[in-house]
């Protein structure tokens, strides 16, 4: 039998895209640096990986941009960094237990990576900033905002069940009827696992992509802190209810595919309601949870509307 492993050393398509996306966002003026940020005597080691402006203008607003589970950062906003790179200092940061980011800290709450991004922010001397999140990014992004209030000026929120309950498991609000099956898919460790992956994240899903394209992603995206990243996902979900949401005050866009089979769109007007008056609502017609990848250009357009048109 042909052995793929093999042929994935010879040449990976995902690791040569991966270069490409590297090489776009230093054309883009951004470095990668990745930061200790483990305290002076503290026996727990955390280091984050950022993308960040190679000069700095602090004349200029800060964007934190925020992935989500899947492919990395890069390939997340690759399409959509040069919009904001003229107007803004741009970090884009891996997530703990994404790419080159870590910590042996056991807490695998979003609020703790919330407080982890502050400190690496802060290390960047960056101290105000507004934030897009896709996913599990947002998450991240909206816990920010409520522990950091005078940090986060605005906030994006996509696809971004933040208002989930954990009764909504039992209740089927989710197509999938367990956390196990949703692990599963989430971090894929096998070609029919990526395909359902890709099934629930798109309207209309690439069909035919050949079982070694997705063996190579797998093997180059999805294979590194696999118990950790199931970890963060239980986290979130565990004794979740939306009476413990703390509110948020800074204006904020929701953004969502209609058709998102992994965050219902009934979690968006959940959310919208949740945070009030602060915050509008656009909901992308024939798009699903890959909204920013399947409706880029819309997407990008009610990001500039938002985070650009108003200063």
Known sequence: ??????????????????????????????????????????????????????????????????????????WQYGEHLRAFTGRFNVYVPDLLFFGLSSTSEQNRTESFQARCLMRLMEAHGVHRMSIVGISYGGFVGYSLAAQFP?????????????????????????????????????IPQTPEKLKELIRFSFVKPMKGVPSFFLWDFIDVMCTEFVEEKRDLIKSILKDRRLSDLPRINQKSLVIWGEEDQIFPLELGYRLKRHIGENAEIVVIKKAGHAVNLEKSKEFLKHLKSFLIDSL
């Open 150 to 186: 005078e940090k986060v000026e605005k906030l994006v929120l996509c696809c971004a069940g933040v208002c989930l309950e954990e009764k909504d498991m039992e209740d089927g609000l989710f197509k999938v009827p367990n956390l196990e099956e949703a692990t599963g898919i989430l």
């Open 1 to 74: 039998m042909f052995d793929h492993m093999k042929l994935l050393r010879c040449f990976s398509f995902t690791a040569s895209r991966d270069w490409l996306f590297r090489q776009s966002f230093a054309n883009a003026g951004l470095r990668s640096v990745v930061t200790d940020l483990s305290h002076g005597n503290s026996i727990a080691s955390t280091t984050m990986h950022c993308w960040i402006p190679k000069t700095p203008n602090r004349t200029k607003p800060n964007l934190l941009l925020l992935h989500g589970f899947g492919a990395n950062a890069m």
